[in-house]
């Protein structure tokens, strides 16, 4: 009876209390324990009541069978196995069920098997529990042979059925399937069941139809926290990260169902992608203030450190890493890349080390992070340690290591090494070919990067994807004809309605002269264009001497939605300096501050020195450097203004650009040159061979220059 109203502290005190106790005493609290989900205490009777030698009831085996699944203790459901043999209790369908039930949630999905395909007679849980197995396992193909073996056998699917065949499409991501059964379940009217429904949202989010299921979410008459979670997942998983954040507020306005760790472990990466810091600080207030465990969940603490990483509050994740109680792999990597995200990838190499020194085991995330590190820095006697380590582990057999140590060597200007870990591989994927092809182009081997790139059309296994093709449109930025060829292969592929590609075809054909055909692509663009796309094309008007129509694009971006921005500024500017249009450029730097709030960087500020220079106004050029912010002026600036003087042969500012260039950058033997040139366009012998001196004395050496055949 107690056990019945779910009063088991009354039900233990009684058994406690009897002076005699019988099998049926023991048969019955067990499976007062099993119906109210003690499955330790379930399993603890069990055993006292072996040991006294009571025989256990058909539910005592059947409950004691289910503890050792929901426990995962398989050793102890094993020996039940074996008492199950022994017994008799093989011939009874539910215990048969029970342990194939235990052994497809320990995903030993062989003897859940053999058990189904040794029963003389099977019910509709048999059935259920092999396909919720295999679903959970993710092995789909055989979730959807059973069912359709269990159809042969004339077996109606019932919810749990299809609870395992929706998960299955989800796996699958077939979402044509998912729809049928979609429609099928609205037929027969089971999403009433607040599972089917949540398992169609969960469905369609990893199908990676956020909007499909928006609307299946809407339409659940009734809403657990598992639904919630379903489309808050789903919406961060797929990029949407707004509305994963709205509909965690909705959930707090609207439900009475509080948010749990899963809730809080999917909102925060999406809050984290927004990059605005006061939304990860609300969602930690939220966390302390609710009690979550953020210092013993390592999955929440990850992700909160992750997220303030990302929105570049390197101190605060630094703080929370070093509060939780055990980080594992995951969260030293996110404190590794923290690190890079930040600029201080030096850092980020010493935390490995630390990660090293408390004996957590690097995997292969880890490392593809360090080797970035190492890249970022432009270390190759680092880089080729870290190689090394890769080898002798043998994380060199992955191929994200492989890619990521590709991209180290480029980084570290080591080309050779590059191209020959990459004819080495046995297996690539595009992301490889990416890789290497970008390379090529960020050194100027736009040749070479070409000739890798038929060779990957000559390769089926791998075709050009969104980055490949935006490579190779940089590539053929300053090769006549390459630009039509490269974009007859968009068309063909596909891929010409992808704003990125076109953007980057834009930028080709402008920088290759062909400014018409770049006008002709960015007006067909229509509603596609993004704010790249009206920046690219200011700056093309501008390398083409079409000063007045980058103007008139400004009224056209602001109609279209877009608001100018800092690149937008930096494209006019550049357009005026290469036209000659001083008057307007100086318009643009004013209205850049004052009617758009932008603060000048650097580039604007190189930008107007260019223009003045050009236009050999280099008093106002010298003026401008001096009105810059204290401490904001750099060599880039001065460097500006010495072209200019070279160009103009204005001896006296070249003379005090070379004197803030010796104290900003005395190691750059460029600016050396540079002014070595400038005295001697002046004839100014003796000076000229005086800033030449740190060449003859071994203190600086001119790099010579490569040509592509010597590559």
């Known amino acids: 009876?107690?056990?019945?109203?779910?009063?088991?502290?009354?039900?233990?005190?009684?058994?406690?209390?009897?002076?005699?106790?019988?099998?049926?005493?023991?048969?019955?609290?067990?499976?007062?324990?099993?119906?109210?989900?003690?499955?330790?205490?379930?399993?603890?009777?069990?055993?006292?009541?072996?040991?006294?030698?009571?025989?256990?009831?058909?539910?005592?085996?059947?409950?004691?069978?289910?503890?050792?699944?929901?426990?995962?203790?398989?050793?102890?459901?094993?020996?039940?196995?074996?008492?199950?043999?022994?017994?008799?209790?093989?011939?009874?369908?539910?215990?048969?069920?029970?342990?194939?039930?235990?052994?497809?949630?320990?995903?030993?999905?062989?003897?859940?098997?053999?058990?189904?395909?040794?029963?003389?007679?099977?019910?509709?849980?048999?059935?259920?529990?092999?396909?919720?197995?295999?679903?959970?396992?993710?092995?789909?193909?055989?979730?959807?042979?059973?069912?359709?073996?269990?159809?042969?056998?004339?077996?109606?699917?019932?919810?749990?059925?299809?609870?395992?065949?929706?998960?299955?499409?989800?796996?699958?991501?077939?979402?044509?399937?998912?729809?049928?059964?979609?429609?099928?379940?609205?037929?027969?009217?089971?999403?009433?069941?607040?599972?089917?429904?949540?398992?169609?949202?969960?469905?369609?989010?990893?199908?990676?139809?956020?909007?499909?299921?928006?609307?299946?979410?809407?339409?659940?008459?009734?809403?657990?926290?598992?639904?919630?979670?379903?489309?808050?997942?789903?919406?961060?998983?797929?990029?949407?990260?707004?509305?994963?954040?709205?509909?965690?507020?909705?959930?707090?306005?609207?439900?009475?169902?509080?948010?749990?760790?899963?809730?809080?472990?999917?909102?925060?990466?999406?809050?984290?992608?927004?990059?605005?810091?006061?939304?990860?600080?609300?969602?930690?207030?939220?966390?302390?203030?609710?009690?979550?465990?953020?210092?013993?969940?390592?999955?929440?603490?990850t992700a909160m450190v992750d997220a303030y990483s990302k929105c570049l509050d390197i101190e605060a994740a630094c703080f929370l890493f070093s509060c939780i109680e055990k980080p594992n792999t995951a969260t030293w990597n996110a404190m590794i890349s923290g690190y890079n995200i930040n600029g201080q990838p030096c850092r980020g190499l010493q935390i490995f080390l630390g990660m090293l020194q408390g004996e957590v085991l690097p995997d292969s995330v880890t490392l593809v992070t360090v080797l970035q590190s190492c890249g970022q820095i432009g270390s190759l006697k680092q880089g080729m340690l870290f190689h090394g380590y890769c080898s002798c582990r043998g994380f060199d057999s992955y191929v994200t290591v492989v890619n990521a140590m590709i991209d180290m060597y480029i980084r570290c200007g080591c080309i050779e090494n590059a191209q020959l870990l990459f004819n080495s591989m046995t297996m690539r994927n595009t992301v490889t070919w990416n890789t290497i092809l970008c390379g090529f182009v960020k050194m100027g081997l736009s040749v070479i990067a070409l000739k890798l790139f038929r060779k990957m059309l000559l390769d089926d296994q791998h075709k050009p994807d969104q980055v490949t093709m935006i490579s190779i449109a940089q590539s053929s930025a300053f090769s006549v004809g390459h630009g039509e060829m490269i974009h007859g292969f968009v068309l063909k592929i596909g891929l010409d309605s992808d704003t990125l590609v076109t953007n980057s075809l834009i930028d080709s054909y402008a920088k290759n002269g062909s400014i018409n055909n770049a006008w002709s692509l960015f007006e067909q663009m229509g509603h596609s264009r993004d704010q790249t796309s009206w920046n690219v094309m200011i700056a093309g008007c501008g390398i083409n001497g079409q000063g007045q129509e980058a103007f008139s694009l400004i009224p056209r971006m602001e109609e279209d939605g877009f608001r100018p921005n800092s690149i937008t500024f930096i494209s006019l500017l550049s357009s005026c300096s290469h036209c000659g249009m001083l008057d307007d450029g100086r318009q643009s730097f004013d209205l850049m501050t004052e009617k758009y709030g932008i603060r000048p960087s650097l580039e604007h500020y190189t930008c107007m020195i260019d223009m003045f220079g050009r236009a050999g106004r280099l008093e106002e050029a010298y003026w401008l450097i001096k009105s810059m912010p204290e401490g904001s002026d750099c060599d880039v600036v001065w460097g500006a203004l010495l072209s200019a003087c070279k160009l103009r042969m204005n001896v006296e500012l070249g003379q005090l650009a070379g004197e803030q260039l010796s104290r900003l950058a005395p190691n750059n033997c460029g600016y050396h040159t540079l002014l070595s040139n400038v005295y001697a366009s002046a004839e100014r012998w003796d000076e000229a061979a005086k800033a030449r001196e740190v060449f003859e004395d071994g203190r600086l050496i001119k790099k010579p220059g490569l040509s592509v055949m010597m590559m």
């Open 1 to 301: 009876m107690y056990v019945k109203f779910g009063r088991v502290r009354d039900a233990v005190q009684l058994f406690e209390e009897m002076p005699i106790r019988d099998a049926f005493s023991y048969n019955s609290l067990i499976w007062g324990f099993g119906l109210n989900g003690f499955h330790e205490e379930v399993l603890m009777v069990f055993e006292q009541m072996r040991a006294l030698e009571f025989s256990p009831d058909l539910g005592s085996v059947a409950q004691a069978i289910l503890a050792c699944g929901e426990l995962g203790c398989i050793q102890k459901g094993a020996l039940i196995h074996h008492y199950v043999s022994r017994h008799g209790f093989g011939s009874h369908v539910e215990v048969v069920n029970s342990l194939i039930s235990m052994y497809t949630k320990v995903n030993r999905l062989d003897e859940a098997r053999s058990l189904f395909n040794d029963m003389p007679k099977r019910d509709l849980v048999s059935w259920n529990s092999m396909i919720l197995g295999y679903a959970r396992s993710g092995n789909w193909v055989e979730t959807f042979n059973l069912f359709r073996s269990m159809k042969v056998e004339n077996f109606g699917p019932n919810c749990i059925t299809f609870l395992g065949l929706i998960l299955a499409c989800g796996q699958a991501e077939d979402l044509v399937t998912g729809k049928s059964i979609h429609g099928h379940l609205i037929c027969a009217g089971l999403l009433r069941d607040v599972r089917v429904g949540t398992s169609i949202v969960d469905m369609y989010s990893k199908c990676g139809r956020a909007d499909c299921a928006h609307e299946a979410f809407e339409e659940l008459q009734e809403r657990s926290l598992v639904s919630w979670n379903a489309l808050i997942v789903g919406y961060s998983q797929n990029g949407y990260d707004y509305e994963s954040v709205d509909l965690f507020r909705r959930m707090l306005r609207e439900s009475n169902i509080k948010p749990d760790s899963v809730t809080i472990a999917n909102v925060v990466p999406a809050c984290a992608s927004l990059a605005e810091l006061h939304r990860i600080q609300s969602v930690h207030g939220f966390i302390v203030k609710k009690g979550f465990g953020l210092y013993s969940d390592v999955v929440l603490g």
